[in-house]
């Protein structure tokens, strides 16, 4: 019976009630010495609790997507693996099946990390459209905060709910969508590789390399984008910071503190090297990156002087948007996804378009048919020594990045 399952919390709340009605009835009847009289019915007391504990717990947990499985919560993983090429060659091994709510889900065995953990990916409609069979697509990361699963951002976000309408109005590109656990190993870092255990080279690393593998996506670091909530939000902004030859916008939902916990993170070198207040005022000029906070002027999680610090410190070529500050709202699913009609357009602005792959001798590009209601936007010259034309796909036109 699954974890998260309907059957299975109904079958609690079921228990709960005979538990209640077993103690009534057998309240009084109990016979025997007084002490045996007195443990049976503490026995019959700790049943009603419980169960009734179990019934909240598994409330909790469906409400919020904490643990997706019962391997899940026991840190137990299935389904992934290492295998060998015809060359001798080690290659990722992940076995995608259907996931919750439209998304595929594997367990992989990272290379890199040697960390094993779940990914669920969501492929936008077009993607399985044969006028766009030759083009690549841009990635959001999404980065869940702790304690949370991948499942955290479909329960609480209610995703893809939210993409697919702003795609299909034309105010976000298409583009696929990757959930993968910030934790694989059940121990929080902030996405940061503290000695064996390398969070971060999971997250930066094994799950690009992944969908790379397996899914048609643009290869250049603004065609990927990073969005998290709380410790999410977090690691969005460090890795964006970290890698940005890899990703190229970020967006931080109530962000913990730029600085580091130092609770989290216990090696203060690492800490002092990888918060990302100090990464941004190391950040080179290669570092062609956006970045976006949102918070409240009441979560006392994350200020909105937290997001003004990290503003403060940038230097070009790194962008640090004006913060979005909301006057209400708390450290919660009901104030970040009033924040995705703006935060996830912005973000699909900073990244390229979906792309027509070209053959290595490329005739003449010609503007691809528009897909029924929608308007063509105007393509994006190749970048130098490319074979790579962007067409936007969507009314948004095309963000071509100076």
């Known amino acids: 019976?699954?974890?998260?399952?309907?059957?299975?919390?109904?079958?609690?709340?079921?228990?709960?009630v005979v538990a209640v009605v077993v103690t009534m009835v057998a309240w009084g009847?109990?016979?025997?010495?007084?002490?045996?009289?007195?443990?049976?019915?503490?026995a019959l007391i700790g049943l009603c609790q419980v169960t009734a504990i179990a019934v909240v717990a598994v409330w909790i947990n469906n409400a919020n997507g904490l643990y997706s499985s019962w391997s899940d919560l026991f840190?137990?993983?299935?389904?992934?693996?290492?295998?060998?090429?015809?060359?001798?060659?080690?290659?990722?091994?992940?076995?995608?099946?259907?996931?919750?709510?439209?998304?595929?889900?594997?367990?992989?065995?990272?290379?890199?990390?040697?960390?094993?953990?779940?990914?669920?990916?969501?492929?936008?409609?077009?993607?399985?459209?044969p006028q766009y069979k030759n083009y690549s697509f841009p990635v959001v990361e999404l980065l869940h905060g702790y304690p949370g699963s991948p499942e955290t951002w479909l329960k609480g976000g209610g995703m893809p709910g939210p993409l697919t309408y702003l795609m299909a109005q034309g105010k976000m590109k298409p583009a696929i969508i990757v959930v993968p656990r910030i934790n694989p190993n059940g121990v929080n870092t902030d996405c940061t590789d503290v000695g064996k255990v390398r969070n971060g080279t999971w997250l930066d690393t094994d799950v690009p390399n992944l969908v790379k593998k397996?899914?048609?996506?643009?290869?250049?670091?603004?065609?990927?984008?990073?969005?998290?909530?709380?410790?999410?939000?977090?690691?969005?902004?460090?890795?964006?910071?970290?890698?940005?030859?890899r990703f190229g916008a970020a967006v931080a939902l109530s962000p913990d503190d730029f600085r580091g916990d130092p609770t989290t993170i216990r090696d203060k070198?690492?800490?002092?090297?990888?918060?990302?207040?100090?990464?941004?005022?190391?950040?080179?000029p290669q570092?062609?990156?956006?970045?976006?906070?949102a918070t409240t002027a009441q979560d006392r999680y994350s200020s909105p002087a937290n997001a003004q610090a990290l503003r403060a410190a940038a230097k070009f070529p790194v962008t640090v948007e004006a913060p979005i500050v909301l006057k209400d709202g708390g450290h919660n699913w009901g104030t970040w996804a009033s924040l995705f009609p703006v935060v996830f357009p912005w973000l699909s602005q900073q990244l390229d378009a979906p792309t027509l792959v070209q053959p290595a001798a490329p005739s003449p590009v010609h503007s691809q048919p528009a897909k029924p209601g929608s308007k063509p936007g105007p393509q994006r010259p190749a970048k130098p020594n490319t074979q790579h034309t962007a067409v936007n796909g969507t009314a948004t036109g095309a963000h071509t990045r100076n």
């Open 287 to 293: 570092a062609d990156v956006s970045i976006l906070i």
């Open 1 to 16: 019976m699954s974890l998260t399952g309907t059957a299975f919390f109904y079958t609690l709340i079921a228990a709960t």
């Open 214 to 245: 397996d899914f048609r996506v643009l290869g250049d670091a603004h065609g990927w984008g990073l969005v998290g909530d709380s410790t999410g939000g977090y690691c969005a902004a460090k890795l964006v910071l970290q890698h940005p030859d």
């Open 29 to 42: 009847a109990v016979r025997g010495p007084k002490a045996l009289r007195t443990l049976t019915r503490l």
């Open 269 to 284: 070198a690492v800490l002092a090297a990888q918060n990302p207040m100090a990464l941004i005022k190391k950040a080179g």
């Open 75 to 129: 840190g137990q993983q299935d389904n992934a693996g290492v295998g060998v090429s015809a060359d001798g060659s080690t290659t990722q091994v992940a076995s995608f099946t259907g996931g919750p709510s439209g998304f595929q889900r594997t367990v992989l065995h990272g290379q890199a990390s040697g960390l094993t953990g779940e990914v669920l990916v969501w492929t936008p409609p077009q993607y399985d459209d």
